[in-house]
């Protein structure tokens, strides 16, 4: 009953946390080097506390890629960036730090090719991992 009404709730009427349960891949239009959070994001993750506010129990894992254009050790320094910055947002929209884990995973993991700039900028991400 104290549901806000623009959160999809279940068939028992509880909020719907079926959104956990898949990976959420942030593809931040992050510039080369950088680590800050685009306006589109920030939106995904506004809306995304608003169910983590009222599942305590959730914990996330975020994980920061980058590309491959660049030393190696500077990436995952980069991606390490781009976890904890994404953590930090979410903290100051009111998720309990206990809960949130940044980890910079660097160039690995690729979902395109380096060889294009559209394919390294889609490598050049942010995934949410829920663990109930």
Do not use: H, W
């Not at 990976?23 to 589109?40: Q, T």
């Not at 983590?52 to 991606?79: F, H, K, M, Q, W």
Request: aromatic share 6%; glycine share 6%.
């Amino acid at each position: 009953p104290d549901s806000e009404n623009d959160l999809a709730v279940d068939q028992s009427g509880c909020i719907d946390l079926s959104i956990l349960e898949e990976p959420m891949i942030l593809y931040i239009k992050y510039y080369s080097g950088s680590f800050e959070i685009d306006r589109r994001a920030k939106k995904k993750l506004e809306d995304l506390s608003r169910i983590l506010l009222r599942a305590p129990g959730v914990r996330v894992e975020i994980n920061g890629y980058t590309d491959n254009i660049g030393a190696t050790e500077a990436n995952r320094l980069l991606s390490e960036k781009r976890a904890r910055r994404v953590r930090d947002y979410l903290i100051r929209l009111g998720i309990n730090s206990d809960s949130v884990t940044p980890i910079g995973r660097g160039e690995t993991n690729f979902l395109a090719s380096n060889n294009t700039q559209a394919g390294r900028q889609k490598n050049r991400r942010v995934e949410l991992i829920f663990f109930k």
